[in-house]
């Protein structure tokens, strides 16, 4: 058995393809026949049977409504309930108007804010000025402004002599 070169095997192939090459003649029938195809489908209306259903921007829109109503109706719910007023947090409405006084945000109990408060008179707290990350403000239900998260708010902690913190105080 003799091993016949690559090249002089793709020769002979090349060779035996070229005669089996459609001519012209049916190469422009071939062309022809497509080009009318082409135009007919081109003229011919397109029909959607009604039993294929709603498109997609439809189904999109239907289901944007039924989102946007149920939000709706969530919202309507939340808004109807008066929040929990938890013991032993100084977000009270009591403790935010003793807070309203100083302009102090209280960071502890209702009692040890009042405790705080009194002894103040006797014994002085710490007034220590800060700089904190502007996403502690929406940590304290405040308004946040999440594109400017990377910079800071200036900010002064009232401090037990103890060293408890008790409540902040956002500044200019």
Known sequence: MTLTPLSQVLREARRQL?????GSEQDA??????????????????????SAGPTL????ARGGAWL????????????????????????????????????????????????ALADQRQSAVWLMPAELPRERLALLGLPFDTAR???RVRAELMLHPSGQLLAVRFVP
Not at 57 to 60: M, Q, V
Not at 70 to 88: K, W
């Open 57 to 60: 921007p439809r189904r999109a």
């Open 18 to 22: 070229a005669g089996r090459a459609p």
């Open 68 to 115: 946007a109503g149920a939000l709706l109706l969530l919202a309507g719910a939340l808004l109807a309930f008066e929040p929990p007023q938890l013991d032993g947090m100084g977000a009270t409405p009591r403790a935010l108007a003793d807070a309203a006084d100083s302009g102090f945000l209280p960071l502890v109990s209702q009692e040890e804010w009042r405790r």
């Open 29 to 50: 029938a071939v062309l022809a026949r497509l080009t009318q195809l082409q135009q007919a489908r081109a003229l011919q209306p397109v029909l959607v049977p009604e």
């Open 149 to 151: 998260a990377d910079e």
